[in-house]
Nanobody
Framework: EIQLVESGGGLVEPGGSLTLSCAVS????????MGWFRQIPGQEREGVAV???????RFADSVKGRFTVSKGNAGNSLYLQMNSLKPEDTAMYYC????????????????????WGQGTQVTVSS
């Protein structure tokens, strides 16, 4: 059984930093794609940062230069370091994975992923 469990969300002031963690278990492919997505109520879920099956990283334009994504050495954890946070970064953040590599054009699409965590709330506010 594949499980993803996020942690690290919370309330942070604009300009602050936060690190999200995702504990992953059950993935069997060495070329699994994993990433972070976010969703605001009433809006579609969007890709934030992903690491594809060959280790390439892709970011949404809105977070480039502010967020970094990394995997743990054993491949069973995923991290999202968020710096210079803005109020518009406020959302529920989800960790997701799929047991395969993905085409470059699909890596930021939530529809490409079939395993999801329960989400962790990030609120950026003064």
């Amino acid at each position: 059984e594949i499980q993803l469990v996020e942690s690290g969300g919370g309330l942070v002031e604009p300009g602050g930093s936060l690190t999200l963690s995702c504990a992953v278990s059950g993935l069997t492919s060495r070329r699994s794609s994993m990433g972070w997505f976010r969703q605001i109520p009433g809006q579609e879920r969007e890709g934030v940062a992903v690491i594809d099956g060959v280790g390439s990283i892709r970011f949404a334009d809105s977070v480039k230069g502010r967020f970094t994504v990394s995997k743990g050495n054993a491949g069973n954890s995923l991290y999202l370091q968020m710096n210079s946070l803005k109020p518009e970064d406020t959302a529920m953040y989800y960790c997701a994975a799929v047991n395969s590599d993905l085409p470059y054009s699909d890596v930021l699409s939530p529809r490409s992923y079939n395993y999801w965590g329960q989400g962790t709330q990030v609120t950026v506010s003064s």
